[in-house]
């Protein structure tokens, strides 16, 4: 079982930058696959950027070139480094965790994923 808290959202201008923490309890960090996920008002739920046990990532498209995950074992927390971001990206941000590498086709499917946390607030200002 693996528990997972969100920390590092807040209020941003266009064009700054926020560096998203997903820290994580028990003793199997290293063997879960932790993926992102955001919820903004009045739309369904959508993946992120997800890294794998191995270190694979998958990322949507309108965040390629701005956003970079990451995981630090050690530390047993995952990243989400926001860069360039525009108001569209203003939503409620989750992390994600399951024990099995989603594939490439599959790793934004919300029910993939066993674990979430509660999520941290993202808002972008024009």
């Known amino acids: 079982q693996v528990q997972l808290v969100e920390s590092g959202g807040g209020l941003v201008q266009a064009g700054g930058s926020l560096r998203l923490s997903c820290a994580a309890s028990?003793?199997?960090?290293?063997?879960?696959?932790i993926g992102w996920f955001r919820q903004a008002p009045g739309k369904e739920r959508e993946g992120v950027s997800t890294?794998?046990?191995?270190?694979?990532?998958y990322q949507s498209e309108y965040v390629k070139g701005r956003f970079t995950i990451s995981r630090d074992n050690d530390r047993k927390t995952a990243y989400l480094q926001m860069n360039s971001l525009k108001p569209e990206d203003t939503a409620i941000y989750y992390c994600?965790?399951?024990?099995?590498?989603?594939?490439?086709?599959?790793?934004?499917?919300?029910?993939?994923?066993?674990?979430w946390g509660q999520g941290t607030q993202v808002t972008v200002s024009s």
């Open positions: 028990g003793r199997t960090f290293s063997s879960y696959c």
């Open positions: 994600a965790a399951d024990l099995l590498d989603p594939k490439e086709t599959g790793w934004d499917v919300t029910e993939f994923y066993d674990h």
């Open positions: 890294i794998t046990s191995e270190g694979r990532t």
